[in-house]
């Protein structure tokens, strides 16, 4: 009788996306996920081809945490892109690592910026349709200047230079609508 698979392809996402979030992405070896998932590094290697593929599917599992973090954070302001830029600063603010994965590395495993923006619910989108609705007479270039600073605020919290609060944030982003557009 063939012996039962125990270590499966989801339990080794879910160990690497536990590792890359305390250690960050560089810390993603086959050994140190084998030590996260309480295995060797044979079930690694006999569910994926090689460490690409895994940290491909790492990514996907983080692009759905920030697509799932925008979609639940609250859109209180009706500020073009001020709900944009809080979800996006707040998720930096909380997930560094991942924050740094999906949005500073080189490598987005075959996604754009806009793809991840726009997550499984068109979040982007929704912001730009949103800002023409509120009569931006160019919505994809409120869109770049807005995305100056809130991807500015963001990275800043990386290092936590980022020192304002929810209330001032929200402020600081409603002014500079109402400078940009």
């Known amino acids: 009788m063939p012996r039962t698979i125990s270590i499966t392809k989801e339990s080794l ?3 690497a996306v536990s590792l890359l979030k305390r250690e960050g992405m560089d810390a993603l070896t086959a050994r140190k996920l084998a030590k996260e ?3 060797s590094t044979q079930p690694i290697f006999r569910a994926y081809q090689n460490m690409d593929e895994l940290n491909a599917d790492v990514f996907g599992v983080c692009a759905k945490l920030f697509s799932d973090h925008c979609t639940s954070y609250p859109a209180d302001s009706k500020v073009p892109f001020v709900n944009l830029g809080l979800a996006y600063i707040s998720f930096a603010q909380t997930n560094k690592q991942v924050f740094r994965l999906l949005f500073l590395s080189d490598n987005r495993y075959g996604r ?3 793809e991840l923006l726009n997550g499984e619910t068109g979040f982007l989108k929704e912001q730009i349709a949103s800002a023409r609705a509120e009569g931006a007479s160019d919505p994809q270039g409120l869109f770049m200047k807005m995305w100056m600073l809130i991807h500015g605020s963001a990275c800043m919290s990386l290092t936590d ?5 929810i209330n001032a944030t929200r402020k600081l982003l409603e002014d500079a609508e109402r400078v940009f557009a």
């Open 13 to 15: 996402v879910e160990a």
């Open 37 to 39: 998932a309480g295995c």
């Open 112 to 114: 754009s910026l806009v």
């Open 161 to 165: 230079d980022y020192d304002l609060d």
